[in-house]
């Protein structure tokens, strides 16, 4: 683990990364994709060809940040670990949605869809190991609340700016602003994070030492300093691991997989609950003022969860971020209208906010101080994976439960997604935290 000690660098440059890493995302996926999904594929393939090219695109890209974040762990260059990473996706990816933008067929759509998701998830594997490189366990708590801030104002920018300039006449437009954000905020990132190594008061190279060749197989022949690990070697290694050597590392991950779960059921059918529950005459808006409403909770979690999560702990926040979550969405059972409707999804935002911070510090906590980077890789699979489980999950059974009895399929969800939250909570208890440095109440200092 890195010495603990007074951060010294900005919280403010390691999340920029992930305010476009969101923008980005929240563009293409909601927005540019769709958008040339139409213009060149008859209505009757479009949403099986969108649905296998997402999840395709998304087991993919996941599947490779393990191999990318140890590729940094190990990488031993003039530029850092991370940096080349960053520099490299950010390249890759921001011409590949333009290009993503003028595809005309729907092998040239997907083609230029998986380049994306390989070239940003190259950048989030290297972003994801900012914090453990750089930021003292002391701090990580407020590190994490403003990534995860960040990511949430990311991924409301994003489709809303998108969306106002797309158009079948304007998809350069709108993917050109895209690629443009993605590119500043990956090179803002190259250019002001310092080299994970220096500022962790490391010698990337000392004086006298053995021949890294020697004790790292990983490392090709040639200069350790210009030469990446063997990716062939990385592809096979960076899956390869002692579950008893870190079993409260993926007992959190588990947690944050069933936690996540929960949350990742609501907003996919969002739009069909507020016209068959609430009969409001605009859906898609109403639905997009509850996503609002959760985000803006979101928002105002975030920053106090990260402060008392450093000072009393990451557990107590993480568990009543999830309570206070799991019961706001069991009340989506009684809603009475929009406006109980908008109050329970603030309150629901609030305790994911919570969840957050605390929940991604004491992951950083339990990952192994010499591979951040794989580990984080790792137990992204299980986020992601939530992501596409949770709809695919709640989804067959609800169209059947309602035909039994109207808003039964409703009772359902919003009865089975707080059951994921508790069940995940319920895990968190087994996570041990005994390696974890205690937390002291007397760091107040604020790095930004």
């Known amino acids: 683990m890195p010495p ?23 563009g293409v996926l909601p927005v540019l994709l769709p958008l040339k999904v139409l213009s060149a594929l008859p209505e009757t393939g479009r949403g099986t060809y969108l649905a296998v090219v997402t999840i395709v695109g998304a087991l993919i890209a996941v599947l490779w940040q393990p191999v990318a974040g140890w590729a940094g ?66 701090e990580r708590g407020r590190a994490a609340s403003r990534l995860g801030a960040a990511q949430i104002l990311g991924g409301i920018l994003g489709p809303a700016l998108a969306g106002a300039f797309a158009g079948q006449e304007r998809a350069l437009l709108a993917a050109g602003i895209i690629a443009g954000v993605f590119l500043i905020s990956g090179g803002y990132t190259a250019l002001t994070v310092p080299d994970s190594e220096a500022a962790r008061g490391v010698d990337p190279e000392p004086a006298g030492a053995a021949d890294p060749k020697a004790d790292n197989p990983a490392i090709g022949p040639g200069s350790p300093r210009r030469r990446f690990p063997d990716l062939l070697r990385l592809a096979a290694d960076a899956y390869r691991v002692e579950l008893g050597k870190h079993t409260s590392f993926f007992r959190l991950v588990a947690s944050r997989f069933l936690i996540l779960l929960g949350i990742a059921s609501v907003t996919p059918f969002a739009q069909l609950y507020v016209k068959e529950m609430i009969g409001a005459p605009d859906p898609a808006q109403s639905a997009g003022l509850l996503t609002s409403a ?37 009340l989506f059972n009684f809603v009475g209208g929009l406006r109980s409707l908008l109050i329970f999804g603030a309150i629901a935002g609030l305790g994911y906010g919570m969840f957050v911070p605390a929940g991604w510090a004491m992951l950083v906590d339990l990952t192994p101080g010499d591979e951040p980077g794989r580990f984080l890789g790792l137990a992204n699979i299980a986020g992601a994976g939530a992501l596409i489980l949770g709809p695919a999950l709640a989804g067959p059974v609800l169209k059947p439960l309602n035909s039994l009895r109207p808003a039964l399929g409703y009772d359902f969800l919003f009865t089975l997604i707080p059951a994921f939250i508790l069940a995940g909570l319920a895990v968190l208890r087994t996570v041990k935290i005994g390696s974890a440095r205690q937390p002291d109440p007397q760091a107040d200092h604020e790095s930004e």
């Open 4 to 26: 603990t000690r007074q951060s010294s660098v900005s919280f403010f440059n390691i999340s920029l990364i992930w305010f476009g890493l969101s923008f980005l995302w929240g």
């Open 73 to 138: 762990d190990h990488l031993r260059s003039g530029w850092g670990r991370r940096r080349p990473f960053v520099l490299a996706g950010t390249a890759v990816a921001a011409p590949a949605i333009l290009v993503l933008s003028v595809a005309t067929s729907p092998l040239g759509i997907a083609v230029a869809f998986l380049i994306v998701q390989l070239g940003a998830n190259t950048v989030q594997a290297a972003a994801q190991a900012f914090i453990p490189d750089l930021v003292p366990e002391k």
């Open 294 to 330: 959760m985000a803006a909770g979101a928002l105002l979690g975030m920053y106090p969860s990260g402060r008392l999560a450093d000072r009393f702990g990451r557990k107590p926040l993480i568990y009543a971020g999830g309570v206070i979550a799991a019961s706001a969405l069991f």
